[in-house]
């Protein structure tokens, strides 16, 4: 059963990629947006139904008035890697806390969580294991919550093949170094369509305590990842398998002095985990094929 009518709906993590999806389809939708960043910028492309409001997950400033007269919260905001001063333990656990408790004090409902697929409850697997604790409090919480797990998202401004495109590019001089095989196996999930299952969690109350692992509708290996990325961009490199032992103790090394490394150590280690489902989850839990992966948009 859906809601009836608009609600209004804080989007805590606007103005990332996932947001820039999520905004747009919420506000087309009919429904009022509080728009959620650190500093509560405007974007030029949002409608007049889209507020921006500033808050800080990672301290709770400004969280309480960000939420003031939603009627249900989206929450969006996690980091992949940490860097200095960010920690998984503070913006996607201790962050999506705060988020929680500034729901539940504002009195919202309806509360959808962005989880990742993989998640799981290991210490060896730092940002899986983040998100693993953060969507834990979600569904510790009194709230209506749905947590949504999706593979790996393209469109415009991703990060995953945004990082496959530049380490193509900046990274591998005639040669680009594979993990292993190459054959982790990627679902990849449009941004748009995921926006689509934000929607219909936030308004339809029978989806309440439900968690949907979400994929495109084709597996990729990360070789064919590679090989596509090449396509689209027409840089033209040799593949190269490298051990992932080999890999694991170079991003060890690359962690601590050299930051800028396009891939972590605890990446490299989240590829034992699967990262795909069924090919017709999307569509058999939302109704709709979920689009083919198309990155034309990684040309420019
Ligand atoms: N991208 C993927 O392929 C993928 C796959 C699976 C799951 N996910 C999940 O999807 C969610 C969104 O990811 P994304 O790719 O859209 O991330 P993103 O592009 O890095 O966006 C993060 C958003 O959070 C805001 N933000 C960052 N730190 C904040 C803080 N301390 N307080 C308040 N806001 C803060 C950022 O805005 P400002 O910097 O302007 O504050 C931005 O709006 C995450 O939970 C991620 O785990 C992503």
């Known amino acids: 059963m859906s809601s009836n009518g608009p ?9 990332g990629f996932v947001g820039s999806s999520v905004v747009p389809h919420l506000a087309q939708a009919g ?11 405007r974007q030029p492309e949002w409608a007049a139904n889209v507020d921006a409001r500033a808050a800080d997950v990672s301290t709770g400033r400004g969280l309480d008035a960000a939420l003031d007269g939603a009627d249900g919260v989206v929450h969006l905001v996690a980091i992949p890697r940490e860097s200095k001063g960010l920690r998984f333990e503070e913006i996607n656990v201790r962050g999506t806390q705060r988020v929680v408790a500034a729901a539940e004090a504002a009195g919202v409902k309806r509360f959808v969580h962005l ?20 969507e834990a409090a979600v569904r510790a919480s009194k709230l209506d919550w749905v947590v949504l797990r999706p593979s790996l998202m393209f469109g415009p401004g991703d990060g995953f093949f945004n ?15 594979i993990p292993g095989k190459g054959d982790a196996r990627f679902q990849p999930l449009a941004a748009a369509d995921l926006a689509i299952a934000v929607e219909r969690s936030l308004t339809d109350a029978s989806r309440t305590g439900s968690v949907y692992e979400l994929g495109g509708p084709d597996w990729w290996t990360y070789r064919e990842i590679v090989d596509e990325v090449m396509r689209v961009t027409g840089m033209k490199r040799l593949k190269l398998g490298m051990p ?4 694991s103790a170079l991003t060890s090394v690359t962690d601590r002095f050299m930051p800028i490394f396009p891939v972590s150590h605890d990446q490299i280690s989240s590829l034992q985990r699967p990262n795909f489902t069924e090919l017709d989850a999307f569509e058999s839990s939302f109704g709709v ?5 198309d990155l034309a948009y990684l040309r420019t």
Do not use: Q
């Open 7 to 15: 609600m209004t709906v804080a989007v805590v993590g606007a103005t």
């Open 31 to 41: 429904h009022h947006v509080i728009a959620i960043s650190r500093d509560g910028r």
């Open 115 to 134: 989880s990742a697929m993989g998640v799981i409850d290991d210490p060896k697997l730092a940002y899986l294991g983040s998100k693993w604790r953060g």
């Open 163 to 177: 990082i496959v495109k530049t380490t193509l590019r900046y990274w591998s001089p005639g040669i680009v170094a």
């Open 244 to 247: 992932i032992p080999l890999i």
């Open 289 to 293: 094929k979920p689009r083919a992966m």
